[in-house]
């Protein structure tokens, strides 16, 4: 018999992108300018306000290019103004994709997208994932429906039954090696997935997204 590869075991949930949406809460602080500190949530046209800078597109931008806008947009007031914006609550429809993908995160559902189009937008597939063997979650962490799709067959043959709509909450999982036991692999991933995950909304960010951005766990109070 021909040896297999041992199961992958997760060990580590990498966050690196965040998409901002409309009813997102964010608070915007600027180092030792206190009176720029400002929580506020985006508005339905993905719009927030602020101060010295007036209006700013919100919607639609990672967390860090909002943050570098906000700097450039404080920089003809304030000499190398240090600027950071954390999550304080999520309004918007979000899926989250992690594992093997280029910038997994947490990415806006405000238009109908399949599972190929969410991996797009996490940057793709790396060289060692096994596309065959995508594991969507989906309807929260205690009692989910745990699907694996072949997006090898998506991608070679337009399998629609593989490449699936999306629903709110959903989550990808892009191993390195084929899951054979979905249940057992998910209570491995289970349980560094469920620690970070906030009770309300099933939405996290659990370490530093990049240097300079902060560490929040979000919720939807």
Do not use: W
Request: hydrophobic share 40%; glycine share 8%.
């Amino acid at each position: 018999d021909v040896p297999q590869a041992p199961e992958e075991t997760p060990k580590e949930i990498k966050i690196t992108e965040f998409i901002l949406g409309a009813g997102d809460t964010i608070e915007i602080t600027v180092y030792r300018q206190d009176d720029l500190k400002k929580s506020v949530q985006i508005d339905r046209t993905g719009i927030i306000t602020y101060p010295l800078i007036g209006d700013i597109q919100a919607a639609g931008l990672s967390v860090l290019k909002l943050r570098d806008n906000i700097r450039d947009g404080l920089s003809k007031y304030l000499i190398d103004p240090q600027v950071s914006v954390s999550i304080v609550s999520v309004q918007s429809q979000k899926v989250i994709v992690l594992g093997e993908v280029k910038n997994p995160g947490l990415f806006n559902l405000d238009v109908p997208l399949t599972v190929l189009e969410a991996i797009t937008q996490a940057g793709g597939f790396n060289l060692d994932s096994k596309k065959q063997s995508v594991l969507l979650i989906r309807g929260g962490m205690k009692k989910p429906e745990l699907i694996t799709l072949n997006m090898e067959k998506a991608l070679k043959e337009a399998d629609l039954t593989q490449n699936v709509l999306l629903q709110r909450g959903d989550i990808i999982y892009v191993p390195r090696t084929f899951i054979s036991n979905v249940d057992r692999f998910f209570t491995h991933l289970s349980t560094i997935i469920s620690p970070l995950l906030s009770l309300e909304s099933g939405y996290f960010i659990g370490q530093q997204i990049e240097k300079g951005a902060s560490s929040t766990a979000v919720s939807t109070k």
